[in-house]
């Protein structure tokens, strides 16, 4: 039983002598979390899914546990970010289509500044996975630098399309944007977000007797922060345009402003944060 339990990735609980079980050890231990639903072959989790791995992260009990995904060593902070990253590129891809098809400008701006935050969790990523080397401090404040330049080259791009259709704008047709595919979109963000919001509290609380959250992580949390009142702008624009019959040109130019206004100010707390970070990394500060 011991032979086939180090040779089959997953096994039914009930197939499972309570003794083998004790002597897996905690090496074992799945996405889930849980030694009595879940029993893995030792040294990789590649077989569980990510709705266990997301429900880890939300819902287990007890301390931050390390986890090998494909053979790789995962922290809490890579596992939250793997999360992330999963959620964020399915609807980011599906978003920028719908975008275009609805001929939403702010569901559009929405969808590039979520490209940018999918770079954000895969940078993100690498940093974490050089913890320990000596190029780690150097990334955790490299790479939330040029996460933040991007999104809000990105944002003001698509500002001054906004303001451009408004400045010109003749009163619009109400068909132009689809706003169904908005209202869709929107409450898929939502669900997301909250997903991926939880994860981070849960990984935060955790970790709160090892330093604290990073800078790094701090400004990836703030990108989901943003992204769930873009969705709520974006769903505020469906419902005015569905119920109360507002112009759509006009009304998805407004929301795609609005869009990029909570952006770049939800760029202000990161910056600032990620400039204290390196004003303790200047010389004079050491003195």
Known sequence: LKHRLHTTA???PSTVDAMA???LGESS???CGDRKSCVVAPGCACDANMQSLARALILKDGSDSTRVICGF????NMQVLILTLALFGTVTSAQTVGAIVA???????????MWVDCMTYMLNILVEA???SRFHSGFRIAIPAVSLATLIYATVSVLQTAIGTLSGSDGGDDDDVNPYIVLGFSFWCM????VAISAFVRNHRNSKNKGGLPINMLVACAHIAA???RSVTTLTESILIMVFNFDGTNTDAWSCVVVSCIILLGTSFPIWEWLKTVSTLLPSHEK
Do not use: R
């Open 130 to 132: 050089c913890e320990g």
């Open 21 to 23: 079980v004790g002597d």
């Open 191 to 194: 669900t997301f977000d909250f």
């Open 10 to 12: 997953v096994l039914p």
């Open 29 to 31: 231990v799945g996405f």
């Open 227 to 229: 992204d769930f009142w």
């Open 103 to 113: 001929h939403s400008e702010a569901m559009l701006a929405d969808s590039c500044a």
């Open 73 to 76: 060593s995962c922290s809490g």
